[in-house]
């Protein structure tokens, strides 16, 4: 079945850092979303990307859609201590309305 | 304020007893979806309903029945047949944008036995 592998399982970093984070798979999509999960919430989407090659901003945060079609990436720049959760990627499965995650980069950041 | 109730936020179980979670949304969404959170396995597909009076099984289905009688209320019970209940349990809703399929999650309940 289809799978996306999100690397890495979990990054420690320092406030100010940059972090960059990926997603890949085997199949070939047409969308990217990527959500982020605070401690204890539900999942908040972040960005949505729906065209390849294309480069999204959301304030700190960018994500990139491959050219393949096959990955994505994410990147946080100077990291603050509110960054602090898991972050998944996710695409859709098919036609069911249904969608496939990743299994969640889990980042910590040291004040 | 629109969005996504999940209640309660903590649950206790006994043993052999069933239990519902409840969801409510009222972004006017047609599908909604159940997740179980493990730590470490990310979001697994319990159930989805695409729309009222229907549903199907997802992923980890077996313990779990739902019921879609409302648009807004998509109810999960975790029945005694689910010997490992303890999770976090999160509900969503979607809708289509941008071609791609966009889910809202509630806050979720955290599921303990005792």
């Known amino acids: 079945g289809q799978q996306l592998n999100q690397s890495p399982q979990s990054m420690f970093i320092q406030e100010g850092e940059d972090v960059s984070m990926n997603c890949t798979s085997s199949s070939i999509f047409n969308t990217w979303l990527w959500y982020k999960q605070d401690p204890g919430e539900g999942p908040v989407l972040l960005i949505a990307l729906y065209k390849a090659g294309e480069l999204t901003s959301n304030g700190r945060l960018t994500a990139q859609f491959g050219i393949t079609r096959k990955d994505s990436f994410l990147n946080i720049s100077a990291s603050i201590p509110s960054d602090v959760g898991i972050y998944f990627c996710?695409?859709?499965?098919?036609?069911?309305?249904?969608?496939?995650w990743g299994l969640g980069t889990s980042l910590a950041v040291n004040p | 304020d629109g969005g996504i109730t999940q209640s309660p936020k903590y649950l206790f179980r006994k043993e052999g007893q069933n239990v519902t979670l409840s969801c409510e949304q009222n972004?006017?969404?047609?599908?909604m979806y159940w997740y179980r959170q493990d730590p470490g396995q990310g979001l697994r597909l319990i159930y989805y309903s695409q729309i009222v009076n229907d549903f199907q099984k997802g992923d980890i289905a077996e313990g779990y029945s739902v019921s879609r009688e409302k648009k807004e209320s998509f109810p999960l019970t975790v029945t005694s047949a689910q010997k490992n209940p303890t999770a976090f349990y999160l509900c969503?809703?979607?809708?289509?944008?941008?071609?791609?399929?966009?889910?809202?999650f509630g806050a979720g309940t955290r599921l303990s036995v005792l």
């Open positions: 972004l006017n969404h047609d599908a």
């Open positions: 996710a695409n859709m499965a098919g036609n069911n309305r249904k969608l496939i």
């Open positions: 969503a809703s979607s809708k289509i944008e941008g071609g791609g399929n966009i889910q809202y």
